[in-house]
């Protein structure tokens, strides 16, 4: 992990900010350079990478939560397989990203305890619960696919550390909502039950899904200055008219209906419209009322208790075996 005081240039953190050292680090910016762990970065670009890089680590190892609850109950020997694959996948993003994160000065331990405490989010989505094994395929269709539209523009985040790590995370990413897609066509194109069930989850996955962009232009208190620094490239409202124009014709093509009686194509922009969003339920999950936020939250504190007699181990492990090198030196 990197001391903040050695990434400061004037070795000091605590030290202000110049008018010419902010204004050389955006003709940075500007130039598309990356900025890499050691640079010098303002106070302010640190803390909203921590936020955002920590937040989407969190969301990657709650997001094993719902799927993990169906990996012994999924429909066949190959669906086990392919579901459980996805599972651990999700649990390397988590790890890729912490260790991008500890780049700029945090601990995982730290990260660790602003998650379990509240004072760190996740995404949303993940605060729902899955009722069905068709809720598994709307997740890889809609949540996954919502998730490359997202982070495949940061594969070009002005944070080295962090654009590196979106690279592989997309390759797989990419997977899983190909996996997810064809869960929903086998469902589809089976018995009534079968795409009964999968209309199910798409009515109750997709509102969710659209909001996982965050909240309106209008409302978000992040993207002007995230755009700035190309930490983000897109806005929110932009990359969600681009998941809607993808998703719906696959929806079409899978003779499922998209539950949004104003969802249509509007020839005059090339673009669908969709009806009004129910933010205020949106904040509420955020701010911990979802269906299944303490379960979430419940289970992530569980595993990190008993995990710990191993962290420790390690530890001991550690400390000792670099003692007996020292000693042997």
């Known amino acids: 992990m990197y001391v903040r005081g050695l990434i400061n240039a004037s070795g000091d953190p605590n030290a202000a900010e110049t008018p010419e050292q902010l204004a050389h680090f955006q003709d940075r910016i500007d130039a598309e350079e990356k900025i890499e762990a050691r640079d010098w970065m303002p106070a302010a670009y640190r803390k909203t990478l921590i936020r955002q890089i920590s937040q989407h680590a969190h969301s990657e190892i709650i997001g094993m939560q719902p799927e993990g609850n169906w990996v012994t109950r999924a429909p066949s020997l190959r669906r086990k397989a392919s579901l459980l694959a996805k599972v651990q996948d999700e649990g390397g993003h988590g790890l890729y990203l912490y260790a991008a994160a500890e780049t700029l000065g945090i601990s995982r331990e730290e990260m660790q305890d602003q998650l379990l405490s509240g004072a760190a989010k996740y995404s949303s989505i993940f605060n729902y619960p899955t009722l069905t094994w068709a809720d598994i395929g709307a997740i890889g269709w809609l949540v996954d696919g919502a998730a490359i539209m997202n982070q495949i523009p940061l594969c070009r985040c002005s944070y080295g550390p962090y654009a590196r790590a979106m690279v592989r995370v997309c390759k797989e990413e990419s997977f899983h909502q190909r996996q997810g897609y064809e869960i929903m066509t086998t469902l589809a194109q089976g018995a ?94 955020v701010k911990g009322g979802g269906p299944m936020n303490r379960q979430r939250i419940a289970a992530r504190q569980k595993a990190d208790d008993d995990g710990a007699w191993v962290r420790e181990a390690a530890l001991a492990y550690a400390t000792k075996r670099s003692a007996l090198m020292e000693a042997a030196e």
């Open 192 to 285: 009534p039950a079968q795409k009964a069930m999968a209309q199910d989850a798409l009515n109750r996955w997709w509102t969710p899904s659209v909001m996982m962009f965050g909240p309106p232009d209008s409302d978000s208190i992040h993207s002007v200055q995230s755009m700035t620094w190309k930490i983000k490239r897109f806005t929110n409202d932009a990359l969600r008219q681009r998941f809607v124009d993808a998703t719906v014709p696959q929806a079409d093509y899978l003779s499922l209906t998209v539950p949004d009686p104003d969802c249509k194509w509007n020839d005059a922009v090339q673009h669908y419209d969709i009806g009004p969003l129910d933010w205020g339920d949106f904040w509420k999950v």
